[in-house]
T-cell receptor
Protein backbone atom coordinates (compact mmCIF):
# COMPACT_ATOMS: atom_id res chain seq x y z
CA UNK A 1 0.00 0.00 0.00
CA UNK A 2 0.87 3.67 -0.20
CA UNK A 3 3.46 4.83 2.32
CA UNK A 4 3.76 8.40 3.46
CA UNK A 5 6.84 9.45 5.39
CA UNK A 6 6.84 12.54 7.59
CA UNK A 7 9.84 14.14 9.21
CA UNK A 8 10.68 15.16 11.87
CA UNK A 9 8.51 13.21 14.27
CA UNK A 10 9.11 15.64 17.06
CA UNK A 11 10.53 19.13 17.28
CA UNK A 12 10.97 21.67 20.03
CA UNK A 13 11.74 25.20 18.99
CA UNK A 14 11.98 28.63 20.50
CA UNK A 15 9.24 31.17 20.03
CA UNK A 16 9.85 33.29 16.95
CA UNK A 17 11.77 30.68 14.98
CA UNK A 18 10.56 28.78 11.92
CA UNK A 19 10.12 25.05 11.60
CA UNK A 20 9.94 23.00 8.42
CA UNK A 21 8.07 19.70 8.25
CA UNK A 22 8.49 17.34 5.31
CA UNK A 23 5.99 14.90 3.90
CA UNK A 24 7.11 12.36 1.30
CA UNK A 25 5.26 9.75 -0.67
CA UNK A 26 7.68 6.82 -0.79
CA UNK A 27 6.30 4.45 -3.38
CA UNK A 28 3.96 6.58 -5.42
CA UNK A 29 3.68 10.02 -6.92
CA UNK A 30 1.28 12.17 -4.97
CA UNK A 31 -0.57 14.74 -6.98
CA UNK A 32 -2.26 16.05 -3.86
CA UNK A 33 -1.11 16.34 -0.29
CA UNK A 34 -3.12 17.45 2.69
CA UNK A 35 -1.93 19.03 5.92
CA UNK A 36 -3.86 18.60 9.14
CA UNK A 37 -3.46 19.88 12.66
CA UNK A 38 -4.69 18.18 15.79
CA UNK A 39 -4.83 19.73 19.24
CA UNK A 40 -5.07 17.44 22.29
CA UNK A 41 -8.39 15.61 22.55
CA UNK A 42 -9.68 17.32 19.42
CA UNK A 43 -10.42 16.32 15.85
CA UNK A 44 -7.98 16.47 12.99
CA UNK A 45 -8.60 19.76 11.22
CA UNK A 46 -7.61 20.24 7.60
CA UNK A 47 -5.30 23.21 7.23
CA UNK A 48 -4.55 23.18 3.53
CA UNK A 49 -4.49 21.17 0.34
CA UNK A 50 -1.44 21.30 -1.85
CA UNK A 51 -1.24 20.26 -5.47
CA UNK A 52 2.08 19.69 -7.15
CA UNK A 53 3.23 22.73 -9.07
CA UNK A 54 0.50 25.07 -7.88
CA UNK A 55 -0.35 27.16 -4.87
CA UNK A 56 -1.86 25.52 -1.86
CA UNK A 57 -5.50 26.01 -0.97
CA UNK A 58 -5.92 27.05 2.63
CA UNK A 59 -8.94 26.40 4.78
CA UNK A 60 -10.78 29.28 6.36
CA UNK A 61 -8.97 30.67 9.36
CA UNK A 62 -5.56 29.29 8.42
CA UNK A 63 -2.98 32.01 7.75
CA UNK A 64 -1.17 31.25 4.52
CA UNK A 65 1.69 33.59 5.38
CA UNK A 66 2.27 31.80 8.64
CA UNK A 67 1.94 28.25 7.36
CA UNK A 68 3.92 28.11 4.13
CA UNK A 69 3.31 25.08 1.98
CA UNK A 70 5.49 24.04 -0.92
CA UNK A 71 4.72 21.07 -3.14
CA UNK A 72 7.58 21.29 -5.57
CA UNK A 73 7.65 17.67 -6.65
CA UNK A 74 5.29 14.74 -6.90
CA UNK A 75 6.88 13.10 -3.88
CA UNK A 76 7.50 15.96 -1.50
CA UNK A 77 5.45 18.62 0.23
CA UNK A 78 6.75 20.83 3.01
CA UNK A 79 4.96 22.84 5.67
CA UNK A 80 6.90 25.67 7.27
CA UNK A 81 5.54 27.20 10.44
CA UNK A 82 6.99 30.70 10.41
CA UNK A 83 7.61 32.76 13.53
CA UNK A 84 6.22 29.99 15.68
CA UNK A 85 4.47 30.81 18.94
CA UNK A 86 3.41 28.58 21.81
CA UNK A 87 -0.16 28.48 20.50
CA UNK A 88 1.19 26.79 17.35
CA UNK A 89 2.21 23.81 19.45
CA UNK A 90 0.24 20.93 18.03
CA UNK A 91 0.38 17.62 16.17
CA UNK A 92 0.76 18.21 12.44
CA UNK A 93 -0.09 15.35 10.07
CA UNK A 94 0.11 15.06 6.32
CA UNK A 95 -1.71 12.80 3.93
CA UNK A 96 -1.01 12.13 0.27
CA UNK A 97 -3.08 10.77 -2.59
CA UNK A 98 -2.90 10.04 -6.28
CA UNK A 99 -5.90 11.65 -7.88
CA UNK A 100 -9.18 10.80 -6.18
CA UNK A 101 -9.12 8.00 -3.70
CA UNK A 102 -12.22 5.93 -3.32
CA UNK A 103 -11.29 4.42 0.00
CA UNK A 104 -9.49 5.57 3.11
CA UNK A 105 -6.47 7.82 3.20
CA UNK A 106 -2.94 7.12 4.36
CA UNK A 107 -1.36 9.53 6.78
CA UNK A 108 2.20 10.40 7.62
CA UNK A 109 3.36 9.55 11.11
CA UNK A 110 2.87 13.12 12.28
CA UNK A 111 5.07 15.81 13.76
CA UNK A 112 4.64 16.94 17.32
CA UNK A 113 5.66 20.58 17.51
CA UNK A 114 6.34 22.23 20.83
CA UNK A 115 7.11 25.92 20.84
CA UNK A 116 8.70 27.18 24.05
CA UNK B 1 -23.69 21.38 16.21
CA UNK B 2 -20.56 19.51 15.13
CA UNK B 3 -20.59 17.94 11.70
CA UNK B 4 -19.47 14.60 13.09
CA UNK B 5 -20.26 13.79 16.68
CA UNK B 6 -18.95 10.98 18.81
CA UNK B 7 -19.20 10.09 22.46
CA UNK B 8 -15.69 10.95 23.70
CA UNK B 9 -15.75 8.23 26.33
CA UNK B 10 -13.58 7.01 27.83
CA UNK B 11 -14.82 3.48 27.55
CA UNK B 12 -13.04 1.18 29.98
CA UNK B 13 -13.91 -2.44 29.34
CA UNK B 14 -12.46 -5.79 30.42
CA UNK B 15 -10.74 -8.07 27.98
CA UNK B 16 -13.20 -10.15 26.04
CA UNK B 17 -16.00 -7.63 26.31
CA UNK B 18 -18.06 -6.37 23.43
CA UNK B 19 -18.12 -2.62 22.99
CA UNK B 20 -20.04 -0.39 20.59
CA UNK B 21 -19.27 3.12 19.43
CA UNK B 22 -21.74 5.47 17.86
CA UNK B 23 -21.31 8.39 15.53
CA UNK B 24 -23.75 10.82 13.97
CA UNK B 25 -23.17 13.16 11.07
CA UNK B 26 -25.09 16.24 10.11
CA UNK B 27 -24.49 16.54 6.35
CA UNK B 28 -26.97 14.42 4.45
CA UNK B 29 -24.81 14.76 1.32
CA UNK B 30 -22.09 12.68 2.93
CA UNK B 31 -20.95 9.91 0.63
CA UNK B 32 -18.30 7.82 2.31
CA UNK B 33 -17.73 6.74 5.86
CA UNK B 34 -14.75 5.34 7.69
CA UNK B 35 -13.55 4.29 11.07
CA UNK B 36 -9.96 5.13 11.89
CA UNK B 37 -7.92 4.09 14.85
CA UNK B 38 -5.46 6.49 16.45
CA UNK B 39 -2.99 5.44 19.10
CA UNK B 40 -1.65 7.98 21.54
CA UNK B 41 0.62 10.49 19.79
CA UNK B 42 0.43 8.60 16.50
CA UNK B 43 -1.19 9.15 13.15
CA UNK B 44 -4.67 7.81 12.37
CA UNK B 45 -4.80 4.46 10.61
CA UNK B 46 -7.71 3.19 8.60
CA UNK B 47 -9.59 0.50 10.46
CA UNK B 48 -12.38 -0.05 7.98
CA UNK B 49 -14.67 1.63 5.53
CA UNK B 50 -18.37 1.56 6.30
CA UNK B 51 -20.74 0.36 3.62
CA UNK B 52 -24.48 0.79 3.40
CA UNK B 53 -25.11 -2.90 3.80
CA UNK B 54 -22.91 -3.09 6.85
CA UNK B 55 -19.59 -4.88 6.85
CA UNK B 56 -17.50 -7.03 9.07
CA UNK B 57 -13.77 -7.53 9.41
CA UNK B 58 -12.90 -10.16 11.96
CA UNK B 59 -13.98 -8.89 15.36
CA UNK B 60 -15.05 -5.52 13.98
CA UNK B 61 -18.47 -4.77 12.53
CA UNK B 62 -19.50 -1.44 11.06
CA UNK B 63 -23.03 -0.32 10.34
CA UNK B 64 -24.43 2.67 8.50
CA UNK B 65 -27.93 4.07 8.74
CA UNK B 66 -28.28 6.81 6.15
CA UNK B 67 -31.82 7.69 7.15
CA UNK B 68 -30.73 8.42 10.71
CA UNK B 69 -27.28 9.64 9.66
CA UNK B 70 -25.75 7.27 12.13
CA UNK B 71 -22.68 5.06 12.02
CA UNK B 72 -21.61 2.43 14.48
CA UNK B 73 -18.62 0.26 15.21
CA UNK B 74 -18.88 -2.93 17.21
CA UNK B 75 -15.81 -4.62 18.63
CA UNK B 76 -16.24 -8.17 19.88
CA UNK B 77 -13.90 -10.08 22.15
CA UNK B 78 -11.88 -6.98 23.01
CA UNK B 79 -8.12 -7.33 23.21
CA UNK B 80 -5.66 -5.21 25.16
CA UNK B 81 -4.26 -4.09 21.82
CA UNK B 82 -7.62 -2.58 20.89
CA UNK B 83 -6.98 0.26 23.35
CA UNK B 84 -6.89 3.41 21.25
CA UNK B 85 -9.01 6.32 20.13
CA UNK B 86 -11.50 5.50 17.40
CA UNK B 87 -12.26 8.24 14.92
CA UNK B 88 -15.41 8.44 12.88
CA UNK B 89 -14.64 10.05 9.51
CA UNK B 90 -17.11 11.24 6.91
CA UNK B 91 -16.50 12.41 3.36
CA UNK B 92 -19.00 14.61 1.55
CA UNK B 93 -17.50 14.33 -1.92
CA UNK B 94 -14.78 12.49 -3.78
CA UNK B 95 -12.20 14.90 -2.47
CA UNK B 96 -10.24 14.49 0.73
CA UNK B 97 -10.85 18.18 1.31
CA UNK B 98 -14.28 17.14 2.37
CA UNK B 99 -13.12 14.72 5.05
CA UNK B 100 -14.57 15.56 8.43
CA UNK B 101 -13.22 13.88 11.51
CA UNK B 102 -15.03 13.23 14.73
CA UNK B 103 -13.10 14.03 17.86
CA UNK B 104 -12.79 10.36 18.67
CA UNK B 105 -13.91 7.86 21.27
CA UNK B 106 -11.27 6.64 23.66
CA UNK B 107 -11.23 2.94 24.47
CA UNK B 108 -9.17 1.25 27.16
CA UNK B 109 -9.31 -2.51 27.40
CA UNK B 110 -8.36 -3.67 30.87
CA UNK B 111 -6.68 -6.99 31.73
Amino acid sequence: GAVVSQHPSRVICKSGTSVKIECRSLDFQATTMFWYRQFPKQSLMLMATSNEGSKATYEQGVEKDKFLINHASLTLSTLTVTSAHPEDSSFYICSATVGEVLDGYTFGSGTRLTVV
Amino acid sequence: RKEVEQDPGPFNVPEGATVAFNCTYSNSASQSFFWYRQDCRKEPKLLMSVYSSGNEDGRFTAQLNRASQYISLLIRDSKLSDSATYLCVVRTSGSARQLTFGSGTQLTVLP
